[in-house]
């Protein structure tokens, strides 16, 4: 936890509460999310100056319902409990009642402020104020000592404060961006009731962080699997500033990467960078255990397990290395510590989290507190150029799992031609940094089509565009048509091998990002 201010987020499991850190975080305040399991001396032993209680899906009345300690209210630590948090309150302290809602309201409702508390401070008096609610049960009574301070048409107590005590609780979601003066009430919150000190920046954070690898370095030395993406790039970047040639960076070539990627990464890391860096050409070996493959899983499987026997053989021609460096991201931790356990398996990632086990080396991951827009604001901070920053994701597994069926090194240069024209159009109409991803796939299918005077029978390519604040949830980005119709043309008249494109217009959840 950094020497910062700390607001520590109780998960009850909703779909807002990485929301909920990146508002408080945005704010200037450090803010770490922990399983509402968690006790009342646990949230004590790490030292936050105020807590937050999430929403979530369940009703407080229900026998699975998640568990908590109501001592938690007993810290004497400035609290805002925020919808199913409402009314764990009222389910828990003396006075409070909860029950099933006849009108439930999900969407958007108009809020009339009933009491004047800090919570509500600066907010234009008079008239109602769209919020965003999303509930089944509501409070029907406050808990003893608490003021009604809202309600909306449908919920006569649609906020509580409680200002000696400084605990408050809303019946709708401050952090979304439906919410009128949503951003207003969280500052009131956190800088108001609970007085803290906006100490978190990206500046801040690499000052320490560089200062805090140097010291737990010392002498030793580091490996470091690079992809090319911002993640892995920032982790070296970092390194390379705290320990310099005390890092040794492999990139890995699968032959699985966009046109002429391997080198350009290679190029561009030794360039700006002066990486100490390792570049393994092992395309052969990766095609030919994917020979024949065609389930996706088995795909992610093959890739997974030769990438680590690939790096694990180069990185044993380095005796000195005791630390392994990887780009752990802050939901990645979030999934591993839900209340619920980690989600259901959808597909397999591919990332070197393996590689631990099989190398016995320590884990160095600086990127562990971080979101992903803080990982480019980071990178700003260490001065990488924008083409860094602003590269699109792209998958461990690459093309093999954006070619639906065998991969093939024919099938692998169609899709190579092809998605380059989606990411040269991205970029020429200024859209690239307007979406979150955009990208070609190769599907098993042929149709007919009409060349010139010739009939022709040859692939289909589909177009996949998202926008997305994490990946955790996306929608099809609304292209200009002109632009979809620019990439389809220059497609089929530049592609040979495909003659038919489609666009994906399918959102997260229930699609995935990736076709498999």
Same mark, same amino acid.
């Given at each position: 936890?950094?020497?910062?201010?700390?607001?520590?987020?109780?998960?009850?499991?909703?779909?807002?509460?990485?929301?909920?850190?990146?508002?408080?975080?945005?704010?200037?305040?450090?803010?770490?999310?922990?399983?509402?399991?968690?006790?009342?001396?646990?949230?004590?032993?790490?030292?936050?100056?105020?807590?937050?209680?999430?929403?979530?899906?369940?009703?407080?009345?229900?026998?699975?319902?998640?568990?908590?300690?109501?001592?938690?209210?007993?810290?004497?630590?400035?609290?805002?409990?925020?919808?199913?948090?409402?009314?764990?309150?009222?389910?828990?302290?003396?006075?409070?009642?909860?029950?099933?809602?006849?009108?439930?309201?999900?969407?958007?409702?108009?809020?009339?402020?009933?009491?004047?508390?800090?919570?509500?401070?600066?907010?234009?008096?008079?008239?109602?104020?769209?919020?965003?609610?999303?509930?089944?049960?509501?409070?029907?009574?406050?808990?003893?000592?608490?003021?009604?301070?809202?309600?909306?048409?449908?919920?006569?107590?649609?906020?509580?404060?409680?200002?000696?005590?400084?605990?408050?609780?809303?019946?709708?979601?401050?952090?979304?961006?439906?919410?009128?003066?949503?951003?207003?009430?969280?500052?009131?919150?956190?800088?108001?009731?609970?007085?803290?000190?906006?100490?978190?920046?990206?500046?801040?954070?690499?000052?320490?962080?560089?200062?805090?690898?140097?010291?737990?370095?010392?002498?030793?030395?580091?490996?470091?699997?690079?992809?090319?993406?911002?993640?892995?790039?920032? #982790? %070296? /970047?970092? +390194?390379?500033?705290?320990?310099?040639?005390?890092?040794?960076?492999? *990139?890995?070539?699968? &032959? @699985?990467?966009?046109?002429?990627?391997?080198?350009?990464?290679?190029?561009?890391?030794?360039?700006?960078?002066?990486?100490?860096?390792?570049?393994?050409?092992?395309?052969?070996?990766?095609?030919?255990?994917?020979?024949?493959?065609?389930?996706?899983?088995?795909?992610?499987?093959?890739?997974?397990?030769?990438?680590?026997?690939?790096?694990?053989?180069?990185?044993?021609?380095?005796?000195?290395?005791?630390?392994?460096?990887?780009?752990?991201?802050?939901?990645?931790?979030?999934?591993?510590?839900?209340?619920?356990?980690?989600?259901?398996?959808?597909?397999?990632?591919?990332?070197?989290?393996?590689?631990?086990?099989?190398?016995?080396?320590?884990?160095?991951?600086?990127?562990?507190?971080?979101?992903?827009?803080?990982?480019?604001? #980071? %990178? /700003?901070? +260490?001065?990488?150029?924008?083409?860094?920053?602003?590269?699109?994701? *792209?998958?461990?597994? &690459? @093309?093999?799992?954006?070619?639906?069926?065998?991969?093939?090194?024919?099938?692998?240069?169609?899709?190579?031609?092809?998605?380059?024209?989606?990411?040269?159009?991205?970029?020429?109409?200024?859209?690239?940094?307007?979406?979150?991803?955009?990208?070609?796939?190769?599907?098993?299918?042929?149709?007919?089509?009409?060349?010139?005077?010739?009939?022709?029978?040859?692939?289909?390519?589909?177009?996949?565009?998202?926008?997305?604040?994490?990946?955790?949830?996306?929608?099809?980005?609304?292209?200009?048509?002109?632009?979809?119709?620019?990439?389809?043309?220059?497609?089929?008249?530049?592609?040979?091998?495909?003659?038919?494109?489609?666009?994906?217009?399918?959102?997260?959840?229930?699609?995935?990002?990736?076709?498999?």
């Amino acid at each position: 936890m950094p020497a910062t201010d700390t607001v520590v987020i109780l998960d009850f499991g909703s779909q807002y509460t990485q929301l909920i850190a990146r508002r408080v975080r945005e704010a200037g305040v450090y803010s770490e999310i922990h399983p509402c399991t968690v006790t009342a001396k646990e949230v004590a032993a790490m030292g936050p100056k105020a807590v937050i209680l999430s929403g979530g899906p369940s009703s407080v009345t229900d026998a699975d319902a998640p568990p908590f300690d109501p001592a938690v209210f007993d810290l004497g630590l400035p609290t805002l409990c925020i919808c199913y948090g409402m009314q764990l309150l009222a389910h828990t302290q003396p006075g409070g009642a909860v029950a099933a809602s006849t009108d439930r309201e999900y969407g958007r409702a108009e809020l009339t402020l009933q009491a004047d508390v800090p919570l509500f401070a600066g907010l234009p008096n008079g008239g109602p104020r769209t919020v965003w609610m999303s509930h089944g049960d509501k409070v029907v009574a406050p808990p003893d000592g608490f003021v009604v301070a809202a309600r909306t048409k449908n919920v006569e107590i649609a906020a509580l404060a409680n200002v000696s005590r400084r605990i408050y609780a809303l019946q709708f979601h401050p952090e979304v961006a439906h919410t009128e003066d949503g951003e207003r009430i969280l500052h009131n919150f956190l800088f108001g009731v609970a007085g803290l000190t906006a100490g978190w920046s990206m500046a801040s954070f690499v000052e320490t962080e560089l200062r805090a690898l140097r010291d737990k370095v010392g002498d030793d030395e580091v490996v470091c699997a690079l992809s090319g993406g911002v993640d892995s790039t920032v #982790v %070296a /970047v970092m +390194l390379h500033k705290a320990i310099g040639k005390k890092l040794h960076c492999i *990139f890995v070539d699968n &032959g @699985l990467l966009r046109l002429g990627e391997g080198e350009e990464v290679a190029a561009y890391l030794r360039e700006h960078f002066d990486l100490n860096l390792h570049y393994i050409q092992a395309s052969k070996l990766f095609l030919d255990r994917l020979a024949g493959v065609t389930d996706p899983e088995q795909k992610r499987k093959i890739i997974g397990t030769t990438f680590i026997e690939v790096f694990e053989a180069e990185a044993a021609k380095l005796p000195k290395v005791k630390y392994l460096a990887q780009g752990t991201l802050y939901p990645d931790v979030i999934e591993s510590v839900s209340f619920k356990g980690p989600s259901a398996v959808i597909k397999s990632h591919h990332n070197v989290g393996g590689l631990p086990e099989h190398m016995k080396l320590a884990l160095i991951e600086p990127l562990r507190e971080l979101f992903k827009d803080e990982v480019r604001k #980071v %990178a /700003v901070e +260490l001065g990488m150029p924008d083409f860094i920053i602003w590269r699109h994701p *792209f998958p461990g597994p &690459g @093309l093999a799992i954006r070619i639906i069926g065998e991969v093939t090194e024919e099938r692998l240069e169609i899709l190579r031609r092809t998605d380059k024209i989606v990411q040269n159009e991205l970029l020429a109409s200024g859209w690239y940094r307007k979406v979150w991803q955009g990208f070609a796939v190769l599907l098993p299918l042929k149709t007919v089509g009409v060349m010139g005077d010739g009939r022709t029978y040859e692939n289909v390519a589909a177009i996949r565009v998202v926008d997305s604040l994490d990946a955790m949830t996306a929608d099809w980005s609304r292209l200009p048509s002109e632009l979809v119709a620019a990439m389809s043309n220059r497609i089929i008249n530049e592609v040979k091998g495909v003659n038919r494109v489609v666009f994906d217009v399918s959102s997260k959840p229930p699609s995935t990002i990736e076709w498999e």
